[in-house]
């Protein structure tokens, strides 16, 4: 059994329909970004967008099915410390308007 090797740099993202694992490279990914994605098991289309937190340094990563609200965005905590991700004012610029 292959017990992995440290994944600094990957990132799991749970689809919100199927709850499919799947590894990203976070390399692929910019931070502060809205990304949609489409889950490869049930093909439904999500979004992710991922943030440093400035508090700890660790990275958060924000997964909804819809388009996330600029207050949903705003309102994101660190998944690690619990620290606002935007107190320090909004810089992020949701994507997909089309
Ligand atoms: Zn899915
Ligand atoms: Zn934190």
């Known amino acids: 059994m292959d ?3 440290p994944t600094d740099s990957a990132l799991r993202v749970v689809c919100p329909q ?3 694992l799947e590894i990203d ?4 990914l910019a931070s502060d970004e809205v990304h949609a ?5 049930c093909a439904c289309r999500f979004h992710l967008a991922l ?18 609200t600029p207050a949903e965005i705003l309102a994101a905590t660190c998944q690690h410390c619990g620290h606002p991700l935007h107190d320090d004012g909004p810089d992020v610029r949701p994507m997909g308007r089309a």
């Open 25 to 28: 490279d976070l390399e692929l």
């Open 3 to 5: 017990l992995g090797t």
């Open 51 to 68: 943030f440093d937190c400035a508090h700890c340094g660790e990275e958060t990563v924000f997964v909804r099915a819809a388009a996330p």
């Open 37 to 41: 994605l489409t889950c490869e098991v």
């Open 18 to 20: 199927c709850g499919h």
